[in-house]
């Protein structure tokens, strides 16, 4: 498999390579191409600032029919399951603009800088694979720090397009563009040779079992609900290693260090208390957004990660509205600085579930690409956290690879299972129990190799639910045998006989005991050993 067609346009220079030459040069600029059958790079030189407006690479790939692809989406939360070759990917083309601008719905994922197509037609970051059968062929890029490798499927045309995301960037010297590898082998083979190759080291932390307060009261949290579910552990004889306290204790998103009235006695209280019940204490933050009347934005505004022409960055209609802070700040790095050192050293928590980190990328600055930043992010969280473990969230995977404990890997789950019907037709990252759990199976291949993948809760309960019991199994029963992570926000005090027990069976679960994974348009069948049995799971995809 070589290239078909280069293409490269700056605001200096045009050029077309063929697959003929391997380095050329126009201006004073030069360019360096390896090509072969498993490998492509691509590295600019320049000797004076050059702005780039468009890069990208094309080449064949012969699609057959009953392929299956998988196209690795933007963030945590965006929907990435294998699809067909006559799949398509959801977009905001149909919502009214209108909409879409008074409530930021194209922030949370890549609507504003990528092409959504009809069918035959997706697009992925990173890495992607086409699977037939058992056999897997992996196109995985090695340079995602230089700015994000978008990968675009056409099965129309037969073709596989690279594209940098890279609009707009300003750079002198070298700039690596793509490195792209291409694997093949079964699902093990190709991906431990592609982190091999990425040198990330194997995730070593355990499987977490805990709790997390945000799907039950929501916002709605108190020190009496905390103590609440902390009692009912106790009375369970349940002793799970996490215990974490999510979003609904602070003023508002971005004020960390000022808490609400239903905290009156601050968070360290709360962390003492968790310890005491011999849990890890956890705690939600969403350290790289503000949210609009928070009083962060109020006495900051200059805090506020803002375009060229000044305009603040709103990050999406969570909350009151949110913006983006700009990281690049040394007074946002000091406040975050004194957040962290509070949080973790003065209030004792170990483990910090870091929340909507996108919002630090959300434009690309001249000087950096919408990856680097990224990547500057997650160091910077990586420093700050010490040797509190980190949760991620909401954020694009490659730079969280090997960078955080354990990330989400779908978007939140819902208390029905497709989500509300009014967020259905927006963008790909919308609550929905059932698109979280595709993404838990088919984001299966980054649990142990990038970090401990977190599927987000599973929930028994049966008041202040709408899932069926059938569907609150399933999607149990599908975290247990593919997470790194088994939360809950259930009080499982309150928890019957039958509930115990199946609470029990879930806690032996575990990948080794996943026997197979059969995917085909509109289905998936999972096999899996539950103690001597053998177990057939059946899940819609539709």
């Not at 800088?113 to 699977?131: I, L, S």
């Not at 202040?464 to 009080?491: C, H, W, Y």
């Amino acid at each position: 498999m070589k290239l078909a067609n280069f293409k490269l346009r700056t605001d200096e220079f045009s050029c077309t390579w063929n697959g003929s030459d391997a380095s050329s040069q126009c201006g004073r600029v030069r360019w360096e191409i390896e090509n072969s059958a498993a490998r492509f790079t691509l590295r600019l030189h320049s000797d004076g600032e050059t702005t780039l407006r468009h890069v990208s690479a094309a080449f064949d790939f012969p699609f057959e029919k009953h392929d299956m692809l998988f196209l690795n989406g933007y963030q945590s939360w965006t929907d990435s399951r294998e699809r067909g070759v006559k799949g398509s990917m959801h977009s905001l083309a149909c919502v009214p603009k209108l909409l879409v601008e008074k409530y930021s719905l194209d922030r949370y994922g890549d609507n504003r800088f990528v092409r959504y197509g009809g069918a035959g037609q997706q697009h992925g970051f990173t890495y992607a694979y086409v699977r037939r059968g058992k056999e897997f062929a992996l196109f995985g890029s090695l340079a995602e720090e230089s700015g994000f490798t978008i990968l675009y499927f056409d099965t129309l045309r037969n073709t596989i397009t690279l594209e940098k995301d890279c609009v707009g960037h300003h750079f002198t010297g070298d700039y690596p563009v793509f490195d792209l590898v291409v694997l093949k082998g079964t699902e093990d083979e190709v991906f431990d040779e592609y982190f091999r190759m990425l040198g990330i080291a194997p995730a070593k932390g355990k499987r977490l079992t805990g709790y997390t307060s945000w799907y039950n009261l929501y916002e709605g949290i108190s020190e009496q609900s905390i103590e609440k579910d902390l009692r009912g552990f106790a009375e369970s004889g349940k002793r799970p290693d996490v215990f974490q306290i999510d979003d609904g204790y602070e003023n508002a998103v971005g004020d960390w260090l000022v808490m609400n009235e239903r905290f009156p006695h601050g968070m360290k209280q709360a962390a003492d208390s968790i310890r005491k019940a011999g849990m890890l204490p956890g705690i939600w933050l969403a350290p790289f957004a503000a949210e609009k009347k928070s009083i962060l934005v109020r006495e900051h505004p200059d805090w506020l990660l803002r375009d060229e022409n000044g305009r603040a960055q709103p990050g999406g209609c969570n909350w009151s509205g949110f913006y983006g802070l700009d990281i690049y700040n040394p007074e946002v790095r000091a406040y975050l600085q004194k957040v962290f050192d509070t949080v973790v050293r003065d209030w004792g928590y170990g483990l910090l579930k870091l929340d909507f980190l996108y919002a630090a990328c959300l434009i690309p600055r001249r000087d950096k690409t919408r990856a680097q930043v990224m990547y500057d992010g997650m160091r910077l969280l990586r420093e700050l956290s010490g040797d509190a473990l980190i949760l991620g969230c909401g954020v694009p995977l490659a730079p969280a690879f090997g960078m955080v404990d354990y990330c989400r890997i779908g978007c939140d789950m819902t208390l029905n299972w497709l989500g509300e019907a009014h967020m259905r037709p927006l963008h790909r990252e919308v609550p929905s129990t059932r698109s979280t759990l595709l993404n838990t199976v088919f984001r299966r291949h980054l649990d142990g190799r990038a970090f401990r993948n977190d599927p987000d809760v599973f929930l028994l309960r049966d008041d202040n639910m709408k899932l069926t019991p059938e569907q609150r199994e399933t999607l149990a029963t599908i975290n247990a045998l593919f997470g790194g992570v088994l939360f809950t926000s259930d009080n499982v005090g309150a928890y019957d006989e039958k509930k115990r027990a199946f609470y029990e069976r879930l806690e032996a679960l575990g990948p080794r005991s996943v026997i197979d994974v059969k995917t085909s348009p509109g289905k998936l069948v999972i096999y899996y050993r539950d103690g001597h049995e053998t177990r057939r799971l059946v899940v819609s995809m539709k």
